[in-house]
């Protein structure tokens, strides 16, 4: 099993430009997440996904979009990048719906924005 | 929403000493308590995670405790190692919903 795959693991953008990040899970798991990391600022959500169909903003969802594609997959979408955006952008999904299970990461992608 | 606090933001400590990071969250209806180790360069990883209907909890070397009351809790290492050194987060699932809380980190150094 690969657990949670990220793809790309780098980008540059320019300002303005639109990007979609991809993240798949082959754990069967139910509920999935996108973080962003920014330097002494923690993890902070963006959004959640906490079954196949259904998205909830997080903590910080402006300028952004996703999509729960189907059980496995669950995108991030820049439609205008600002350079505020650049960020390490964890993707990571856990077993059930309550938000009470360990949540399993992906390696992360990191997005530069000019 | 919910707030965590988490202290110290930067720990170093000799090899075999003991490591302590204490947290404190906002909302006294959360109910579960994760600890996660990030590598430099690497994705979180779950280290040991807490429930609110238990007190403490062992697992070789690291143990977690829970003060429901005070509303804050602990991440102890014994007998740290050089492998150890890592950037540690707390986080506390909020009562409704389903999302996490994290802390900002600490930066745990241990050295030879």
């Known amino acids: 099993n690969a657990g949670v795959t990220q793809t790309p693991k780098f980008q540059v953008l320019k300002t303005g430009q639109s990007m979609t990040l991809q993240c798949a899970q082959d754990m069967n798991h139910n509920s999935m997440y996108w973080y962003r990391q920014d330097p002494g600022m923690g993890l902070r959500l963006i959004y959640y996904s906490a079954s196949e169909g259904t998205t909830d903003k997080g903590e910080v969802p402006n300028g952004y979009n996703v999509s729960r594609l189907n059980k496995r997959e669950f995108s991030l979408r820049l439609e205008s990048a600002a350079p505020s955006q650049t960020s390490v952008y964890f993707c990571?999904?856990?077993?059930?719906?309550?938000?009470?299970?360990?949540?399993?990461f992906g390696d992360g992608t990191r997005l530069s924005i000019l | 929403g919910e707030n965590v606090e988490q202290h110290p933001s930067t720990l170093s400590v000799q090899e075999g000493d003991s490591a302590v990071i204490k947290c404190t969250y906002s909302d006294s209806a959360s109910n579960y308590f994760p600890w996660y180790k990030q590598e430099l360069g690497k994705r979180p990883q779950l280290i040991i995670d807490i429930r609110s209907n238990v007190g403490e909890k062992k697992d070789q070397r690291i143990a977690v405790t829970l003060n429901k009351t005070a509303k804050h809790f602990s991440l102890h290492i014994t007998e740290t190692q050089p492998e150890d050194s890592a950037v540690y987060f707390c986080?506390?699932?909020?009562?409704?919903?389903?999302?996490?809380?994290f802390g900002k980190g600490t930066s745990l150094l241990v050295t030879p």
């Open positions: 990571a999904s856990s077993p059930g719906t309550g938000g009470n299970q360990p949540q399993h």
């Open positions: 986080a506390a699932k909020r009562g409704s919903g389903y999302a996490l809380n």
